[in-house]
């Protein structure tokens, strides 16, 4: 296959509304330009065209026959890519939308297969990034978008990793400073009957539980296509090693941390542990979910060998940041 030429990308600023009306440019001319939403940046282009859609597996690197979410502006966009759509779904929905929730529904026919990897549901969702849906619902437009970085790679959360990922391969990347959640959507399976979560994300069980009137499960080990359930996945170039608190106490009562080493923890007793080499998160929830990528990222660029991550307390709310630490570090 011919290697693509380098394309320059902008850089385009929301905050600058001339920069927020090129974003759209993109779109129309079938080209690739990445997005803010509230998780991370999204590598979108126009879901309605399929040359535009199969230039985000060869800009990525990931094979064709994974499927890609479909961002929407409104609720009532559902019916445009879905059918069958269960009754208590739309009520349920706009109790989460814009926000970090996916659907799986049944595509309608008309879907390209390109989108769905030729699956017989489409995964639909709301954005909660108020330039980007400014964008969707001016023209009601409808992106389709996986996280704007190379394949099995760590997840951008800031305009400057999309460009360390993907510049010269799209249009544009519309910056909108970092984003406020940090890990990917809650990818839900939606049935008349049940529901189930295939991808954990911020917005947990109980949460989604709370409202939602058919009962939800965790399918966990599941073989349906989410790339993000491959055990490799989210990965940082160094090895990343999962230590408990007080094995990384031990660690830094008995000896140096070794040439080649960095550190992502939150106790303060492993300061002295990791000293430049490490990045201090919070311990808090949110905060921790906003910081893990680009924590990761900053690390990574120091050119470690390895990152020790002090592993986080199993405690309901936690279990995606615990998926994405456990697929970064596997082997
Ligand atoms: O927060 C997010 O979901 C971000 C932002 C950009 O919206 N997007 C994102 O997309 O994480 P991506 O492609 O990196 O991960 C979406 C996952 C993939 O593993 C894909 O296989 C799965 O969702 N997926 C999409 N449509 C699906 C379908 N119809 N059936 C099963 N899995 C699907
Ligand atoms: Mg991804």
Request: aromatic fraction near 6%.
């Amino acid at each position: 296959m011919p290697v693509a030429q380098p394309i320059k990308t902008l850089w385009l600023k929301a905050s600058n509304s001339d920069d927020c009306k090129q974003a759209g440019e993109p779109f129309k001319a079938g080209q690739l330009a990445a997005v803010p939403t509230e998780t991370v940046y999204g590598l979108a282009a126009d879901a309605t065209n399929p040359h535009a859609v199969a230039q985000i597996f060869s800009a990525k690197g990931r094979p064709s026959n994974h499927p890609l979410i479909v961002h929407i502006g409104s609720v009532d966009e559902i019916d445009d890519w879905a059918t069958e759509v269960p009754t208590w779904v739309k009520p349920f929905v706009e109790q989460f939308w814009p926000g970090p929730l996916t659907l799986l529904l049944p595509r309608r026919s008309d879907v390209n297969d390109v989108v769905t990897g030729g699956l017989d549901t489409i995964g639909l969702r709301m954005p909660d990034n108020p330039t980007l849906l400014r964008l969707l619902q001016s023209e009601r437009l409808a992106v389709a978008a996986p996280s704007a970085n190379p394949y099995q790679k760590l997840s951008p959360t800031l305009a400057e990793q999309v460009i360390a990922g993907l510049d010269g391969r799209i249009a544009a990347v519309l910056d909108d400073g970092p984003c406020l959640v940090g890990t990917e959507s809650t990818i839900l399976r939606a049935e008349a009957q049940q529901a189930q979560i295939l991808r954990f994300g911020p917005l947990d069980i109980e949460t989604l539980q709370a409202k939602c009137p058919v009962p939800i499960k965790a399918l966990e080990g599941h073989d349906i296509a989410v790339s993000g359930n491959k055990r490799i996945h989210y990965q940082p170039n160094a090895r990343v090693k999962l230590l408990d608190s007080q094995t990384l106490s031990q660690l830094a009562e008995s000896a140096e941390p070794a040439q080649g080493v960095g550190g992502l923890y939150f106790s303060d007793k492993l300061q002295a542990l990791f000293a430049d080499q490490g990045v201090q998160v919070s311990s808090e929830q949110h905060a921790y979910r906003q910081r893990l990528y680009s924590a990761l990222f900053e690390l990574d660029q120091r050119g470690l060998q390895e990152i020790w991550v002090e592993l986080p307390p199993q405690r309901p709310g936690w279990e995606d940041i615990h998926d994405r630490l456990s697929r970064a570090a596997a082997i």
